[in-house]
Each structure stands twice: as C-alpha cells, then as structure tokens.
C-alpha cells in the first residue's frame, strides 16, 4: 500500500494534492511520502519481530539523505556500497553499528574511511579485497568485523541485469573459496570473520529462491562447521509497478523465520526496493503531443535522464494523470510517453492507454521511489529534477533541482584554449 492516491479526481500525497504542490514546485520533481516509508519499514520490522533482525535500508536505492534520516530516526541501519553512501550515512546521524558495507570494488581510501567509523560489517567478496582489509586494518591497529559475500548460485526470476545470485555474475565467492576463507582464519589477525552474506538479486516476488539460497548456506555451514554469529540475507523483495504478485512482509517472514529461527543466527536484512519504491512517484508536465502516421506521441519535461528503468531494464511504470477532469474518460488509442533525449530508448512508457492529454498536463510516473533518483544524469545537460518530501501534511524540498551553474561545477578551460 502507499499514500498516493484519488480524491475527487485529483492525485494526491497524503491529503496534499499534487496539483497544489506543483503550482509551488516546477515540474519535473519527484515526490515521496514519509508515511509510505516508514509504514514498509515497519511492515518488515513487525513481520520479523520474533526474531529481532538488524534491518539495513539500502542506500542506493534512494539515497537522499532526508530519506536516510527519516529512516534512522525510525530505528533502521543502512546498507553501503561506497565512500559517497557512507559519506551520506555520516549526515543521516546513524548509529555506525548499524552499517553494513557490500560491494565488489571497495577501494583503499574507502576501507579506511569505513573503518575509522567503526561500522558493523564489511561484506566481503573476495579475498584481495579480504587482505586490503587486513593490511589497513593492522595499519589502523583496528579489528574489523568482515562477512563474507556468498554466491549462492541460485536463479531468482528477474531481470538478468538485477540477478545477483547467479554463479556467473561478479558477486560475492563460491561456496569452496569461502571454506578455504574460513580454514585460513589465521592469516587475517585483524579481522573478525564473523558472518556470511548473500544478495542474489532484486525484485524477487517470491520468496523460494531466498529459501533456496539461506538452506543453501545453512547446510553449508553446518557440513564445515563454521561458526559465525551473523548471517545477513541481503534485500530483494519484490514490489507492485503493475500486475506483480509479489509475496508480503507477513508471507516472505513465514516462509523464512523456520528456517533461520534456529539457528541462533543473528539476521541482517537489506532492503531497498521494498521499503523506498513505491513510496516516490515523478512528477512531470506534458511538453508537446504529436501525431505521426504510426503513432501518438506524448512528450514530457522527464526522459531517460531522471528515470533510467524503462530504457535500461524495459521496467513499466504505471503512469496516471494528476488530474482526471469531469467526464473524461480514457482513449482507446494507445500512445507512447517519451522524453526530450536524442535516444530511441528514452521513453517512460509504451503503448499506454491514457485519458486525451494536451501540453502543460500533469502526469505522474508511479513507483519511482527505488532506483529513480539514485540512477538520474545529466545526460543531454539536462539539470537533475528536485526531489520533495511531504511530511505530516505539509511538504518540504529535499534536494533543489539543479541549475545550469551546477552542470558545469568543477569544469574549466585551459589557458591554452582560450
Ligand atoms: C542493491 C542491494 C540491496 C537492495 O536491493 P533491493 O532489491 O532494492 O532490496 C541489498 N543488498 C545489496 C548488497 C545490494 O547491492
């Protein structure tokens, strides 16, 4: 569920009607609800209550840092996966046992920095980056804390860009290269090999292949006899764009908690997705319509730039006009709503039935609160769209929308060109 939703034909967030926003905020700019984000944190909170896990949001899903503190003041840890993640963590206030930091190509200055805040866990995936550890960490005069990042070689269903837990994707170590981790212990005295994890992929919706992967790991476990005390099960879950059955808080907690409850495991769960992506929605303005003798087209102040998921993974996003006048009823023509870009591939959505539609409309792209801002360019120089929160029934500008000036920071032209 979300907070986005009708009354009297107008789209609104929480209570506030988008139309009234929009007359303050110029179009494009993405909108999130904080009751919608924190309403899917406590859903997984509630659902996993009996076992207590760590729930790290992560970061890169959406990465604003009002997004971060809103989710830290609610009791949630973060899940990393570089220098810039951590930076933001640092101005979201949060608690730095709670960080976990994952991701295949730490570099040194990352590591150092992450280990001068003394966060949880690295999330280990592969032993040159295990030894960096090891060498700053003994610099440093530190132990670390270090899970390490199994493959577990299942295949969730899901776009193959975002299936993580394949054996032939980059992620995380084969289950013999972890044994051979665990049986040299002794040549990393600076570390605390501690925990396992595994992330096989995003926008699963259902909750066998992360059964799969946990007895996977489980078994493992046991057979070698390691012992650990933390096993994080990454993120994933799946959520609604538009036909999706994904499995529920309640039902991914049932199908999971058996197989985890004894193992007096303590759990690390990472989701982005499931907590940030339908709590945003992008909102943009119709720019011009035209007609071509194959097509109608609808062409909006957003493209491929600000929301990169249809073009690069064919992901469909419901889009819906802010308005819906008296009357008007949706066409039986199919049109195409696409950006300003010099692409073919940017487009928001194809052949979508949508209400007649003229310039200066406002639309709504839903669901665009996960890996929407957070993958955003400025490609074609086009300045980054702001991002507003609404809050108890008043909204807030939460990162201004960029400025020509912005485009060209840190450029210059040498005296030789000149
Ligand atoms: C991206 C990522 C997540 C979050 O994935 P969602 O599908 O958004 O839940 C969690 N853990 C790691 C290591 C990731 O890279």
Same mark, same amino acid.
């Given at each position: 569920m979300h907070e986005f939703s009708f009354k009297d034909n107008e789209l609104c967030c929480e209570d506030i009607r988008l139309k009234d926003i929009a007359k303050e905020i110029e179009t494009p700019f993405y909108l999130y609800s904080y009751k919608t984000l924190i309403d899917h944190y406590r859903k997984l909170k509630t659902a996993f209550r009996s076992i207590n896990p760590l729930i790290c949001f992560s970061v890169k899903s959406n990465s604003n840092i009002a !997004?971060? &503190?809103?989710?830290? %003041?609610?009791?949630? +840890? $973060?899940? @990393?996966?570089s220098g810039g993640e951590l930076y933001r963590a640092r101005i979201a206030g949060v608690d730095p046992k709670k960080v976990v930091y994952a991701g295949a190509g &730490? &570099?040194?200055?990352? @590591?150092? =920095?992450? #280990?001068?805040?003394?966060?949880?866990?690295?999330?280990?995936?592969?032993?040159?980056? *295990?030894?960096?550890?090891?060498k700053i960490a003994s610099l440093l005069k530190k132990k670390v804390n270090v899970a390490i990042r199994i493959n577990p070689d299942v295949m969730p269903k899901t776009h193959d860009y975002i299936a993580t837990g394949k054996g032939e994707t980059k992620f995380g170590l084969d289950f013999e290269t972890v044994h051979k981790i665990f049986n040299s212990k002794w040549r990393y005295p600076n570390v605390n090999?501690?925990? !396992?994890?595994?992330? #096989?992929? /995003?926008? #699963? $919706?259902s909750a066998s292949p992360f059964e799969n992967a946990i007895k996977k790991v489980l078994e493992f476990l046991k057979r070698y %006899?390691?012992? #650990? =005390?933390?096993f994080n099960i990454g993120g994933g879950l799946g959520i609604i764009y538009s036909i999706e059955n994904p499995q529920t808080a309640k039902g991914f907690a049932k199908k999971i908690l058996p197989l985890l409850k004894h193992s007096k495991l303590k759990i690390i769960l990472e989701p982005g997705r499931f907590i940030s992506g339908n709590s945003g929605i992008l909102v943009t303005k119709v720019v011009y319509t035209k007609r071509t003798p194959r097509k109608k087209f609808i062409i909006v102040d957003i493209g491929m730039n600000d929301l990169i998921r249809?073009? *690069?993974y064919e992901a469909y996003h419901k889009i819906v006009p802010v308005s819906v006048s008296e009357g008007s009823s949706y066409t039986s023509e199919k049109v195409d709503v696409v950006g300003p870009i010099c692409e073919s591939g940017d487009f928001l959505g194809k052949d979508r039935l949508l209400p007649a539609l !003229? %310039?200066?409309?406002? *639309?709504? !792209?839903?669901g665009a609160g996960a890996y929407g801002f957070t993958m955003s360019s400025n490609y074609n120089s086009r300045p980054r769209p702001a991002e507003v929160m609404v809050i108890n029934k008043r909204f807030y500008v939460v990162r201004k929308s960029e400025t020509y000036r912005d485009l060209v920071r +840190?450029? /210059?032209?040498?005296k030789v060109l000149r």
């Amino acid at each position: 569920m979300h907070e986005f939703s009708f009354k009297d034909n107008e789209l609104c967030c929480e209570d506030i009607r988008l139309k009234d926003i929009a007359k303050e905020i110029e179009t494009p700019f993405y909108l999130y609800s904080y009751k919608t984000l924190i309403d899917h944190y406590r859903k997984l909170k509630t659902a996993f209550r009996s076992i207590n896990p760590l729930i790290c949001f992560s970061v890169k899903s959406n990465s604003n840092i009002a !997004v971060l &503190k809103a989710l830290v %003041k609610n009791g949630a +840890g $973060l899940d @990393i996966v570089s220098g810039g993640e951590l930076y933001r963590a640092r101005i979201a206030g949060v608690d730095p046992k709670k960080v976990v930091y994952a991701g295949a190509g &730490k &570099k040194s200055r990352e @590591i150092e =920095d992450a #280990i001068r805040f003394g966060m949880l866990f690295f999330n280990v995936e592969s032993e040159e980056e *295990l030894e960096e550890i090891q060498k700053i960490a003994s610099l440093l005069k530190k132990k670390v804390n270090v899970a390490i990042r199994i493959n577990p070689d299942v295949m969730p269903k899901t776009h193959d860009y975002i299936a993580t837990g394949k054996g032939e994707t980059k992620f995380g170590l084969d289950f013999e290269t972890v044994h051979k981790i665990f049986n040299s212990k002794w040549r990393y005295p600076n570390v605390n090999l501690r925990g !396992v994890h595994i992330h #096989i992929g /995003s926008q #699963i $919706l259902s909750a066998s292949p992360f059964e799969n992967a946990i007895k996977k790991v489980l078994e493992f476990l046991k057979r070698y %006899k390691i012992s #650990i =005390d933390y096993f994080n099960i990454g993120g994933g879950l799946g959520i609604i764009y538009s036909i999706e059955n994904p499995q529920t808080a309640k039902g991914f907690a049932k199908k999971i908690l058996p197989l985890l409850k004894h193992s007096k495991l303590k759990i690390i769960l990472e989701p982005g997705r499931f907590i940030s992506g339908n709590s945003g929605i992008l909102v943009t303005k119709v720019v011009y319509t035209k007609r071509t003798p194959r097509k109608k087209f609808i062409i909006v102040d957003i493209g491929m730039n600000d929301l990169i998921r249809p073009s *690069l993974y064919e992901a469909y996003h419901k889009i819906v006009p802010v308005s819906v006048s008296e009357g008007s009823s949706y066409t039986s023509e199919k049109v195409d709503v696409v950006g300003p870009i010099c692409e073919s591939g940017d487009f928001l959505g194809k052949d979508r039935l949508l209400p007649a539609l !003229v %310039k200066g409309d406002l *639309l709504a !792209v839903m669901g665009a609160g996960a890996y929407g801002f957070t993958m955003s360019s400025n490609y074609n120089s086009r300045p980054r769209p702001a991002e507003v929160m609404v809050i108890n029934k008043r909204f807030y500008v939460v990162r201004k929308s960029e400025t020509y000036r912005d485009l060209v920071r +840190g450029e /210059s032209i040498p005296k030789v060109l000149r």
